[in-house]
């Protein structure tokens, strides 16, 4: 694969998107099939409970340990959070996939403006949510 030709670079860049959407929905589908199938006699529409009062929605906690103590244990819903997690990280692939091709390409200008749009993207999904005000 010649990464200085636009073909291969994009042919690169659309197979990272669509796996990154194909492994998100895959991995959803898995954590959606557990929740059903670990509900029982239970109504689905009573795992999933809408609290307007909670942001997030629901009656599980968002955060990450959380997620990740969740997996441990094969919970449904971290698993679904985690398909959503690699369906957020899928576009900063690519911006970061981008910046490492133009460098590759000796495209200087274009690795420098993408870097900065790839710390403006990584700002506002990392450190964002924790400035007084944006949280609510």
């Not at 197979?15 to 670990?38: H, K, N, P, Q």
């Amino acid at each position: 694969m010649n990464l200085k030709d636009p073909e291969s670079m994009n042919a690169l860049i659309g197979g990272l998107l669509r796996y990154g959407v194909i492994i998100s929905a895959v991995i959803i589908a898995i954590g959606t099939v557990l929740l059903l199938l670990g509900s029982g006699s239970q109504e689905v529409s009573q795992l999933v409970v809408y609290n307007p009062g909670q942001l997030p929605h629901g009656n599980f906690d968002p955060t990450l340990g959380h997620m990740v103590a969740g997996l441990a244990t094969l919970d449904p819903q971290s698993i679904i959070e985690l398909g959503v997690l690699v369906l957020l990280a899928t576009p900063a692939a690519r911006v970061l996939l981008s910046v490492l091709l133009f460098s590759a390409e000796g495209d200087r200008t274009y690795a420098y403006i993408t870097a900065v749009v790839l710390v403006l993207l990584l700002f506002s999904m990392l450190v964002t949510p924790y400035i007084p005000g944006f949280n609510h």
